[in-house]
């Protein structure tokens, strides 16, 4: 298993889901309550176009979870994490680089890069802190959704925006 503080890779979670959680209950009513509550929010905050970009990402990513073997209960969670991908584009100086006409600047190209990062800290101390979760129920968050939002500019070897 990886250290905490290292991107999460998909052997990484593939490994989690079949070694560490079989016959677990991963996502139990109030995780998924609180993913549902999340979702809608972020989507609702969201420009039209990232709204429908999160929501292909996210079936894309159920239907290839499935694919691969994956359970019901995985693939939701995956498809949740995925439909959140992009929760830090709702900070308004990272949106509004991304809906103008023409080249960004070096400054918006930076502050763009960091919205996977940002998304990270937004999930987790805007909403996530909100809700009462038990150890196990954040460990999933921790193990499905957090990967899929802070790492998903990154390359399969670690490299890209925000590498980790």
Request: proline fraction near 3%; avoid cysteine; charged fraction near 25%.
């Amino acid at each position: 298993m990886r250290e905490m503080n290292s991107p999460a890779s998909i052997e990484d979670i593939v490994s989690f889901v079949s070694e560490e959680n079989q016959g677990k209950k991963l996502l139990t009513e109030n995780l998924e309550h609180v993913l549902v509550d999340i979702t809608s929010d972020v989507l609702r905050k969201l420009d039209h176009f990232s709204a429908a970009h999160s929501s292909r990402v996210g079936d894309g990513v159920y239907n290839l979870a499935k694919e691969m073997g994956f359970s019901e209960e995985e693939a939701r969670l995956l498809w949740y994490g995925s439909k959140l991908h992009d929760i830090g584009k709702i900070i308004p100086n990272l949106r509004e680089p991304l809906l103008k006409n023409g080249r960004l600047t070096d400054i918006e190209k930076e502050r763009v890069d960091q919205h996977a990062l940002y998304g990270a800290s937004i999930f987790l101390y805007d909403y996530l802190i909100d809700y009462d979760l038990s150890k196990e129920e954040l460990q999933t968050v921790h193990h499905y959704i957090l990967p899929l939002i802070a790492g998903h500019h990154l390359r399969a070897d670690g490299t890209g925006p925000n590498q980790m």
